[in-house]
């Protein structure tokens, strides 16, 4: 079997998933731009495999920055994470320091080919120096891989991060779910684990031939690129919802990003008054009761302030610390009374328990029951059962019976 084939599925694979993604909206998310970009990448790696391949070599300096172009997929991974949990977050001055090591490793090696008579060819997918390849080469390499593992673990710290400090900003965080993110980050990290310790750059012996190598890569690249594209689709509610600013009928507001909204148990720089927060705790209370924002599934910490007109960090504090909670369990606390009232009226006849809970707010019947045995001390069928008579012998249909 042609091992060309390998490479040839990969950029077919790649660049269909590019045309997928690009028609999928009228207007990408900032996330599926740097997955295309992602993608864009392993085209280019492909190409130069399936060119080295070949008996003629043509496209000399294309190929050779083809081949160095790997070294960006650990920052794009990095980036597309940092995207998909920020939403719209602009790509920064300082992100173009991820180009750094890129940058570096074509100039070592164009340098050494042009300046040098330790000039180059390119063979069966690798680059081969005519005099042996440079130490300070070999070194970067091998420096670079490590970093790329680096990238993906800081990737995966971050969905981590995320996963825990949920309740502080959304008040329905089971609805979130990273798992999905948090996969695909500890597979593209293992598939490289096993690519570097088969490439003989890494430990100086060859575990794998060159044509188990080409399946190997080609095959975890068309894969990790099937399953990015997939989840774009498929948790669209994950992508929408971890972007702080969402709120049904309003519009994005993505100037803060996550990274600025996760709050600290002491706020030692907030500049946050006593009696300052003991205003704002007053209208945030005022606020609740009379615009019932917790009816809405989606509330997040972002929804609160921006109404209050304060910072996201600002409303944490005063729900922190004037209140004793996080954001999770005091608006679920409304949710809780929400429902008790609504019960106490008999203003739904022929619903169900979850029926009514889920016009309070929540979105989860295991959210619901857990925060309302938590916060009374008794199931929501035994509170419905101890006021039937109050409601004029109105029966409630528990979805547990």
Known sequence: MDIRLFFILGILQSLF?????GISGKRLAQSQWILILWLVTLIMNFYFYWVSFSDNVFGFDFLVICWGIEILQGPLIYLYTRSVLNGRTNIRLVDLMH?????????????????????????????????GAPLVLKVLINIIKLITLTYIGISIYKVYSRTQGLSQYHSNPERINLT????????IAVGDLILYMAVPDMLGFYMLSDFQIAALSTATGVAFSYF???????????????VVGVSVGNEQNAQEPFDEVVTE????????????????????????????????K???????????NVTSNTVSQVINECMKK???????????????????????????????AQ??????????????????????????????ATFRGTKLVDVSS
């Open 359 to 388: 016009e309070c707010g929540f979105a989860s019947k295991s959210t619901f029951y857990s925060t309302f045995k938590k916060i009374t001390g008794q199931t929501p069928a035994d509170f419905v059962k101890s006021h039937q």
């Open 228 to 242: 990015a594209s997939f989840v774009n689709y498929r948790h669209q509610f994950e992508l929408n919802a971890l």
């Open 17 to 21: 998933l590019c045309v997928v993604i």
């Open 265 to 296: 148990v002491k706020y030692r720089n907030s500049g946050l008054s006593e009696a300052r927060a003991l205003e704002l705790s007053y209208s945030l209370m005022q606020y609740m009761s009379d615009a019932k924002p917790y009816l809405n």
């Open 326 to 356: 996080n954001f999770f369990e005091f608006i679920n606390e409304y949710r809780v009374q929400e429902f008790k009232q609504n019960i106490k009226r008999g203003q739904h006849d022929n619903y169900t328990i979850l029926a009514v």
């Open 180 to 187: 999905w993110l948090r996969l695909f980050l500890m597979g």
């Open 298 to 308: 989606n509330l997040t910490l972002r929804d609160v302030a921006r109404d209050l």
């Open 99 to 131: 180009l750094i090591p890129y940058g570096t490793v074509m100039a070592v090696v164009f340098s050494v080919h042009y300046l040098t008579a330790n000039t180059l060819t390119i063979s069966n997918g690798y680059i081969i120096f005519k005099t």
